[in-house]
């Protein structure tokens, strides 16, 4: 007994060390991957603004927007776009980061809108989104944003099972306006998404369709089938078969598929998903995952390139015309130009040993991608301060599941410290939850200037559709 709990012992001290040297050694230790900089302070900043400023204005928790460095990440992608020369439309997903202040900085430069509810379909138009620039995806589509989306007459509505055909038709009038229809593929056949490929539903939805094409037009086939990919070797994979399918279709029905969208999941380098084997060791011993790698990520142009040779060769192969390509990246658009800024309320030193933070922003309300995913982190008001110990990093939420992260290497903490977990641009600000608080407020800064894009929750608004 006493052996197994030294090996025990061993074994986590050698887990934790090596873990402490990755977290050393990290190539994410330099604010500029972010747009930001140390100012003569010492403080983080983004670009004018102090971040302990912004703290001090705005309250913590805080989602802080750099708005150039949204401008950067959009215009990398037009320009990947652009570079390919190849019909293209990309769309932004909105689930990835719903806030409409941020929207509109997304459509202000032309992109389009991906949307998988009534609500989001609501607010693409709210916002003036181009109808001919919204795709509706998802598995749980009402009635309601079924004949918004008609009546729009978006540029598809992307089925998820073979049932939405008579729905879709059902809802239609007669008249010369076709209804746009995708068929999201599924190629996963232990996956919940999409119309099952290898079993021929897919193909069966698709010839569906067409016997209905006085009202509907089979105008994309869909897939998304990754998520924060560092190259474009899976987006190929799917994108061939893809081809393969609508050449099927076209052959025997002489039907020409137009549009081909391949999704999200285009990756950044700042962040990664835990492997299974990662994510097991975490929850079991606590052991932070390595940071990634930023020579594992290929540059999006070059990805973009490779799936764009890829359907290309499969087009040759198969006959087919090339189609339109649509893309409907989240995270790559918006990952990197937000931040969560999250005040220390207290440290605890428990006598296992264990040294526990406790902050106002944990994984049950506001950072949940930080279960599954290495997010970088600072100490907005000391940056440059050397890593000594080992901490968890805690929730306000009172379950022992609450955390941020857990073992992660800092400096020697006080209660004047701010911890900045960056990356929160991608599923954090739309994941955020008012279990027991209220959800942050997100500012955006541009050179001096901040604008408030969303007010924190008031209490007022967290029971404004309860009956008291
Ligand atoms: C979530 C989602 C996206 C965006 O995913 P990212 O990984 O953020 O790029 C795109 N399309 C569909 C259908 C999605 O569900």
């Known amino acids: 007994?006493?052996?197994?709990?030294?090996?025990?012992?061993?074994?986590?001290?050698?887990?934790?060390?090596?873990?402490?040297?990755?977290?050393?050694?990290?190539?994410?230790?330099?604010?500029?991957?972010?747009?930001?900089?140390?100012?003569?302070?010492?403080?983080?900043?983004?670009?004018?603004?102090?971040?302990?400023?912004?703290?001090?204005?705005?309250?913590?928790?805080?989602?802080?927007?750099?708005?150039?460095r949204l401008e950067v990440d959009i215009g990398n992608a037009l320009s990947?776009?652009?570079?390919?020369?190849?019909?293209?439309?990309?769309?932004?997903?909105?689930?990835?980061?719903?806030?409409?202040?941020?929207?509109?900085?997304?459509?202000?430069?032309?992109?389009?809108?991906?949307?998988?509810?009534?609500?989001?379909?609501?607010?693409?138009a709210r916002l003036n989104v181009p109808p001919d620039r919204i795709v509706f995806n998802g598995v749980n589509k009402t009635e309601e944003s079924l004949k918004m989306a008609i009546d729009m007459n978006i540029l598809s509505i992307n089925i998820d099972q073979h049932s939405e055909i008579d729905r879709i038709y059902r809802l239609s009038k007669p008249g010369n306006r076709k209804i746009g229809i995708g068929v999201r593929l599924g190629f996963n056949e232990c996956s919940q998404f999409g119309v099952e490929v290898a079993s021929g539903e897919a193909m069966r939805?698709?010839?569906d369709i067409l016997k209905l094409s006085d009202r509907l037009e089979l105008r994309c086939i869909h897939f998304n089938v990754t998520s924060n990919a560092k190259d474009g070797k899976t987006h190929k994979k799917y994108a061939q078969m893809a081809i393969e399918?609508?050449?099927?279709?076209?052959?025997?029905?002489?039907?020409?598929?137009?549009c081909l969208d391949i999704g999200g999941g285009f990756g950044v380098p700042t962040t990664k998903n835990m492997s299974s084997y990662e994510y097991g060791l975490y929850r079991v011993t606590g052991c932070l995952p390595k940071p990634p790698k930023l020579s594992d990520y290929q540059p999006l142009d070059r990805s973009l390139n490779e799936i764009l040779t890829g359907i290309d060769e499969a087009c040759s192969r198969f006959n087919y015309k090339r189609p339109k390509l649509i893309l409907e990246p989240g995270r790559l658009i918006t990952s990197r130009s937000q931040m969560l800024l999250t005040r220390i309320n207290a440290i605890k030193q428990k006598s296992c040993g264990t040294k526990f933070v406790i902050t106002d922003a944990g994984r049950l309300s506001t950072t949940f991608?930080?279960?599954?995913?290495?997010?970088?982190?600072?100490?907005?008001?000391?940056?440059?301060?050397?890593?000594?110990?080992?901490?968890?990093?805690?929730?306000?939420?009172?379950?022992?599941?609450?955390?941020?992260?857990?073992?992660?290497?800092?400096?020697?903490?006080?209660?004047?410290?701010?911890?900045?977990?960056?990356?929160?641009g991608a599923y954090f600000s739309s994941y955020s939850s008012n279990f027991a608080f209220q959800r942050p407020a997100i500012v955006m800064v541009n050179g001096n200037d901040v604008t408030v894009l969303r007010d924190e929750e008031t209490f007022e608004h967290i029971t404004a559709m309860d009956c008291i």
Request: aromatic residues 8%.
């Open 1 to 68: 007994m006493l052996g197994t709990e030294i090996l025990k012992k061993v074994v986590l001290n050698r887990l934790m060390t090596r873990s402490k040297h990755h977290q050393l050694q990290s190539d994410l230790r330099d604010l500029g991957l972010w747009g930001l900089n140390t100012n003569a302070l010492g403080h983080m900043a983004v670009q004018d603004v102090d971040v302990v400023d912004l703290m001090a204005a705005y309250g913590s928790p805080l989602f802080v927007v750099n708005q150039q």
């Open 80 to 124: 990947a776009l652009k570079g390919l020369n190849a019909e293209t439309e990309l769309l932004y997903s909105y689930k990835t980061n719903c806030t409409p202040g941020i929207l509109k900085e997304i459509h202000k430069h032309g992109v389009g809108a991906e949307v998988i509810s009534h609500y989001e379909l609501w607010l693409a």
């Open 205 to 207: 939805a698709c010839n």
């Open 245 to 258: 399918l609508m050449s099927q279709i076209e052959r025997s029905t002489g039907h020409y598929t137009p």
């Open 369 to 424: 991608p930080c279960d599954f995913e290495y997010h970088e982190s600072f100490l907005a008001n000391r940056p440059e301060a050397a890593p000594e110990q080992l901490y968890h990093i805690m929730g306000r939420i009172c379950t022992s599941a609450d955390w941020l992260m857990k073992n992660r290497f800092l400096p020697l903490l006080d209660d004047r410290d701010i911890i900045a977990v960056m990356d929160a």
